[in-house]
T-cell receptor, first 112, second 115 residues
């Protein structure tokens, strides 16, 4: 079936550390891939997306590359800030029908 | 207001109460969604509405009753809920494109507690 698997949290980093949050998906065909972020007390916000293989999505210093060969979409940031503390969700969506499949979320905590 | 708004932000209700959650989108979208977010679980899609017509119901119990009077408004009517229904209920909207849908934009959610 279709699913998304993320690395378990919480992930705790010091400010300016390098961040990687792993995400792999199971799907037939070629879904679009997304990262959403949820700050404390808020809803989900779209962080970045990629719609085809080898596309790189980027926003606010975060990047993720659509890797078809490894069915992955890992989220990276070179230097995290305290304000990046949030829960990050990886998701995929088929263009037909539009249903989003979410991972379980990874909590990131950045300490000063 | 811009984006997707939800009211109330917090709701506490007893198992015999009837209440409603409201979602409004100001983005000109024509598809709207209800999701349930429980602790330690992936987001669960509950309902999808395209052009006010329900197109998906993910085996949601009948104590949850959605209503979409127009493309900008979505309600979730609640009655005789159970404590395990306590969760964050998120509304989202998107454009409906030929062959699928565009990116979904989420509201801030309603934190529901059932006593």
């Amino acid at each position: 079936g279709n699913s998304v698997t993320q690395m378990e949290g919480p992930v705790t980093l010091s400010e300016e550390a390098f961040l990687t949050i792993n995400c792999t998906y199971t799907a037939t065909g070629y879904p679009s891939l997304f990262w959403y972020v949820q700050y404390p007390g808020e809803g989900l916000q779209l962080l970045l997306k990629a719609t085809k293989a080898d596309d790189k999505g980027s926003n606010k210093g975060f990047e993720a590359t659509y890797r078809k060969e490894t069915t992955s979409f890992h989220l990276e940031k070179g230097s995290v800030q305290v304000s990046d503390s949030a829960v990050y969700f990886c998701a995929h969506r088929y263009n037909q029908g539009g249903k989003l499949i979410f991972g379980q979320g990874t909590e990131l905590s950045v300490k000063p | 207001e811009t984006g997707v708004t939800q009211t109330p932000r917090h709701l506490v209700m007893g198992m015999t109460n009837k209440k409603s959650l409201k979602c409004e989108q100001h983005l000109g979208h024509n598809a709207m969604y209800w999701y349930k977010q429980s602790a330690k679980k992936p987001l669960e899609l509950m309902f999808v509405y395209n052009f006010k017509e329900q197109t998906e119901n993910n085996s949601v119990p009948s104590r949850f009753s959605p209503e979409c009077p127009n493309s900008s408004h979505l309600f979730l009517h609640l009655h005789t809920l159970q404590p395990e229904d306590s969760a964050l209920y998120l509304c989202a909207s998107s454009h409906l494109l030929a062959g699928g849908t565009d990116t979904q934009y989420f509201g801030p959610g309603t934190r529901l507690t059932v006593l």
